[in-house]
């Protein structure tokens, strides 16, 4: 079945400074990778995703990921990150099913501090 | 602008009510989802639907219902069988075409606070 890991539940960060955020998954069948991030009371929306191709995508907002078949990982990156990149970041797997069912893994509050 | 549109964006019930979580979309995508957000879980499938007419259950369905009578809407009906349904729900499309791998549109979501 299907799982995703976010390694942390919260990182805290100083402007300008770089951030790595993990996510890990397991699943028995080709997947789908994404990243949403989510501000105060919104809804989800799509920073980057991988397909196929280059394991190295990037996404808006400066933010890249890399996948890494051998080791199920999907860390998300930024080199140098602003006061406004404070959210909540979701790493999901897609399966395609027929349709394709979405699992997410339990977010990440990244907080920015000046 | 299309997009998804969540409503109402806060509601209070009182135990034993059943409430109508409204979610429409003008995006023209087959695919239709509800999920259940609460702090430190993560996203929890409650219900889907591929094509109108037609749903399945999520992961987490007891105590809710929904229908699929037109392809722009997706009601939610959270029901007092639902034994704590406090929470941030969320409403998603996803579009029809295969190389979109099941890539999520959410609305705003609504805010469901039992008294």
């Known amino acids: 079945a299907q799982s995703v890991t976010q390694l942390d539940s919260q990182v805290p960060v100083f402007e300008e400074a770089p951030v790595e955020l993990r996510c890990n998954y397991s699943?028995?069948?080709?997947?789908?990778l994404f990243w949403y991030v989510q501000y105060p009371n919104q809804g989800l929306q799509l920073l980057l995703k991988y397909l196929s191709g280059s394991t190295l995508v990037k996404g808006i907002n400066g933010f890249e990921a890399e996948f890494n078949k051998s080791q199920t990982s999907f860390h998300l990156r930024k080199p140098s990150v602003h006061i406004s990149d404070t959210a909540e970041y979701f790493c999901a797997v897609s399966e395609d099913t027929g349709g394709f069912k979405t699992i997410f893994g339990a977010g990440t509050r990244l907080f920015v501090k000046a | 602008d299309g997009g998804i549109t969540q409503s109402p964006k806060y509601l209070f019930r009182k135990e034993g009510q059943n409430v109508t979580l409204s979610c429409e979309q003008n995006l023209n995508h087959d695919a239709m989802y509800w999920y259940r957000q609460d702090p430190g879980q993560g996203l929890r499938l409650i219900y889907y639907s591929q094509i109108v007419n037609d749903f399945q259950k999520g992961d987490i369905a007891e105590g809710y219902s929904v229908s699929r009578e037109k392809k722009e809407s997706f009601p939610l009906t959270v029901t007092s069988a639902q034994k704590n349904p406090t929470a941030f729900y969320l409403c998603?499309?996803?579009?029809?075409?295969?190389?979109?791998?099941?890539?999520?549109?959410f609305g705003e979501g609504s805010r469901l606070t039992v008294l």
């Open positions: 699943s028995s069948v080709s997947v789908y």
């Open positions: 998603a499309s996803s579009p029809p075409d295969r190389g979109s791998a099941g890539e999520l549109f």
